[in-house]
C-alpha cells in the first residue's frame, strides 16, 4: 500500500455524475509543479458503493490514468435525503467539493420532492463539515439557473440586463429544477453565514451554464441530450434558441482551483465560456452535421417554427418556459471569474465536437440508418427537440 498520509483529502459528493467524474480525473492528476508528486486522495460518495457494477466505469475511468490513481480513490455510500452516513463521509477530508443533485428526467410529478432533496443534501453536507475538524473549504455546484433562470428580464425579453453574480432569480416563477438549485444555494448561503466563526469552513460556490464537453466514461449528463438525440436522427428540428455553454473540463478545473486560490471564499463565480452566445442551438447542430453527414451519419439542422413552439408550451411545462426564451440571448459579466482565476475558456465549437466524438467513442450514440422525414412528422417529432432543448436549458449543470 502506498503511503498517503501528507496528501490532502477531498470528499466529491455524487462521484457517478458528469461533472464530478471530470472532478475526480483532475483532482488525481494533480501533481506538485516541482516534484512531481500527486496532491490529492479523493473519497466519492455513491448512493450504493457496495455495487461493484454500477460504478465499474468509473474505476475504470480512474484505472485508466495509471500511476497510483486507482489506489486513492475510494467510494462511500451517503444519500442527499438522509442524514446517515455524511458524518463518515466528511471525516479526515480537508476539502469538499459539493456536486450531487437530483437530476428529474422531464417535469417531475412532485416538484417539492426534487427542491426537498436539494436542500436536504446541502443541509446534511454542511451540517457534517461544520461538525468536523477537518473540512477547511467547501465548494458547492450551483447554476446560471440560480441567477438567471427566472430573472423578470426573460419575461420582458429585455436583453440589455447584464447579470452578474449579484443576481438572483425567482423560485416561485421557475421549474422545479432551477428552483431547486436557488433555493439550495440561497441555504447555502444562510447556514454558512449562520455558523459561529469557530465552526466556519471557507466556502465557494460555482455556477455554471449549460455543461457540455467531452464524456470520460459513459455518464452523458441531461445537457448532452441535445448533442445525443440529433446524433441518433430522432429530432428533425430545433426551436430559435441559444444556449449559454461551457466545457465540463472548464467547469472541473474551476472546482479544483476552488480549493487553494486565495481571496475567494464566500464568493460565487459565474462559469460561461462566453459573455454572450455565440452559436444557436440550430448552429451547434450544424457544426456536428457537418463533422458527421461525411461519415454516415443523417443529422438535419432544420429551424422549428416558433409558433408551434408557443403551441406546444401550452401543453407542455418543459416547453414553457423554452418558448419565452425564443431568440433572446443572455449577457454575462464574467469577469470576476476569469480576474480571480486567471481563467481562458474552452470555445463552445470544441465543447460541441467534443461532446459528439466522446459520446461514439463511450457508445452513448451508434451510427444510425438513414432515413426520411415528411413535413409532418419534422412538425410532430419537433415536439420531441422542443422537450429536449427545455430539458437541456432547465437543467444546466449535467450532473
Known amino acids: 500500500m502506498v503511503e498517503h498520509s501528507t496528501l490532502s483529502r477531498v470528499l466529491v ?29 479523493v473519497r466519492g460518495t455513491v448512493r450504493d458503493a457496495g455495487s461493484e457494477q454500477k460504478y465499474k466505469a468509473l474505476r475504470e ?14 467510494l462511500v455510500s451517503a444519500d442527499l435525503l438522509k442524514e446517515d452516513g455524511w458524518d463518515s463521509a466528511v471525516r479526515g477530508c480537508r476539502y469538499v467539493e459539493h456536486i450531487a443533485s437530483p437530476l428529474p428526467l422531464g417535469s417531475p410529478k412532485n416538484p417539492a420532492q426534487v427542491i426537498k432533496a436539494a436542500v436536504s443534501g446541502v443541509e446534511h453536507v454542511f451540517a457534517a463539515a461544520a461538525r468536523s475538524d477537518d473540512v477547511e473549504r467547501l465548494v458547492m455546484t450551483s447554476s446560471t439557473a440560480a441567477l438567471s433562470g427566472g430573472h423578470p428580464s426573460f419575461a420582458h425579453k429585455d436583453e440589455s440586463h447584464v447579470f452578474t453574480e449579484e443576481d438572483w432569480t425567482d423560485p416561485d416563477i421557475s421549474p422545479p429544477y432551477p428552483a431547486s438549485k436557488i433555493l439550495a444555494e440561497r441555504r447555502a448561503w444562510e447556514l454558512w453565514n449562520s455558523l459561529p466563526e469557530e465552526e466556519r469552513f471557507e466556502l465557494v460556490v460555482i455556477n455554471p451554464s449549460v455543461v457540455l464537453g467531452p464524456l470520460i466514461m459513459n455518464n452523458p449528463g441531461a445537457s448532452l441530450a441535445v448533442i445525443i438525440e440529433p446524433m441518433k436522427n430522432s429530432v428533425p428540428a430545433y426551436p430559435n434558441v441559444y444556449f449559454d455553454i461551457v466545457d465540463v473540463r472548464d467547469v472541473a478545473k474551476l472546482h479544483i482551483l476552488s ?23 440550430l448552429d451547434g447542430i450544424k457544426l ?20 408551434l413552439v408557443r403551441l406546444l408550451a401550452y401543453v407542455s411545462s418543459d416547453v414553457d418556459l423554452l418558448a419565452r426564451l425564443l431568440g433572446m440571448r443572455c449577457h454575462y459579466d464574467l469577469s470576476k471569474t476569469v480576474n480571480a482565476f486567471d481563467f481562458e475558456y474552452i470555445p463552445p465549437k470544441e465543447s460541441y465536437l467534443a461532446a459528439a466524438e466522446s459520446c461514439l467513442e463511450f457508445g452513448a450514440v451508434t451510427q444510425p440508418s438513414t432515413s426520411h422525414v415528411s413535413i409532418g412528422g419534422v412538425l410532430l417529432l419537433g415536439a420531441l427537440s422542443c422537450v429536449i432543448a427545455a430539458r437541456a436549458w432547465y437543467y444546466a449543470t449535467a450532473l
Do not use: W
Open 288 to 307: 456536428i452535421e457537418n463533422r458527421y453527414n461525411p461519415r454516415g451519419f443523417n443529422i438535419k439542422s432544420r429551424a422549428l417554427p416558433d409558433f
Open 13 to 41: 459528493t455524487g462521484a457517478n455524475g458528469f461533472i464530478a467524474s471530470h472532478v475526480i480525473q483532475q483532482l488525481l492528476l494533480a501533481s506538485d509543479g516541482v516534484t512531481g508528486e500527486p496532491l490529492y486522495l
Open 259 to 281: 480549493l487553494t486560490r486565495a481571496g475567494v471564499s464566500g464568493h460565487r463565480f459565474l462559469a460561461c465560456s462566453e459573455e454572450r452566445a455565440s452559436l444557436s442551438l
Open 61 to 74: 475511468m480512474v484505472a485508466k490514468l495509471g500511476g497510483t490513481a486507482a489506489d486513492r480513490l475510494e
